[in-house]
């Protein structure tokens, strides 16, 4: 029973002086005083668990900061998940109210077919310009045509995309509508 005894005391004595440290990294982690000391809470139960398991000639200051940064990263990514807890009544109707998203994801698709039937040309200038955000020149040199190419050449594909769009154009992805047999 001693030898437990002086284990435990052995466990404190070398930790006890890292937990301003892990306090502080916390903090600084997780932003908010409650939620760092819950942390450096689990960031020393896991060590008490895990104490035989160490690696002996290892830093114990090493392997305490790397607990606890790996479970405060486990922690912001559940909150990611989650978002953030309020009461009800303190938060306003309008971040309670969310638009729906389906829409979007069809438009993006939508424009993403009628792209795929502009030129080879119209498209490449169209992608690299506004989706990959490349300068005129820096499209130039990609496609190696004058700079002025690209921008006549972008126009036309935006001037195409903007009428296709207009004219509600079917591309070949898309199921033609049902039809109603008589």
């Known amino acids: 029973m001693r ?3 002086s284990l435990s005391e052995e466990m404190i004595a070398q930790m006890q002086p ?33 104490w035989h398991g160490r690696r002996k000639g290892a ?3 090493s392997w305490l900061f790397t607990i606890l940064h790996n479970l405060a ?17 303190s938060v306003s109707e309008a971040r309670l109210a969310t638009p729906a998203s389906q829409e979007h994801g069809t438009q993006t698709r939508d424009v993403l077919a009628l792209i795929a039937l502009l030129p080879a040309d119209q ?8 989706v990959e955000e490349l300068s005129y020149a820096e499209a130039a040199a990609v496609l190696d045509v004058p700079q002025g190419t690209v ?8 001037e195409r995309l903007r009428r296709m769009m207009d004219e509600n154009v079917q591309t070949p992805f898309e199921k033609p509508a049902l039809r109603i047999v008589p």
């Open 123 to 130: 498209r490449s200038v169209l992608l690299l310009v506004a």
């Open 151 to 158: 921008m006549s050449r972008l126009a036309r594909a935006r």
């Open 3 to 5: 030898s437990a005894m």
């Open 59 to 61: 830093s114990l200051r």
């Open 18 to 50: 890292l937990i301003p440290a892990l306090r502080r990294y916390a903090r600084a982690m997780l932003r908010h005083r409650d939620d760092a000391d819950d942390l450096v809470q689990d960031v020393l139960e896991r060590a008490i668990g895990g």
């Open 73 to 89: 990263l486990d922690r912001l990514r559940r909150l990611a998940r989650r978002g953030m807890a309020a009461p009800l009544e």
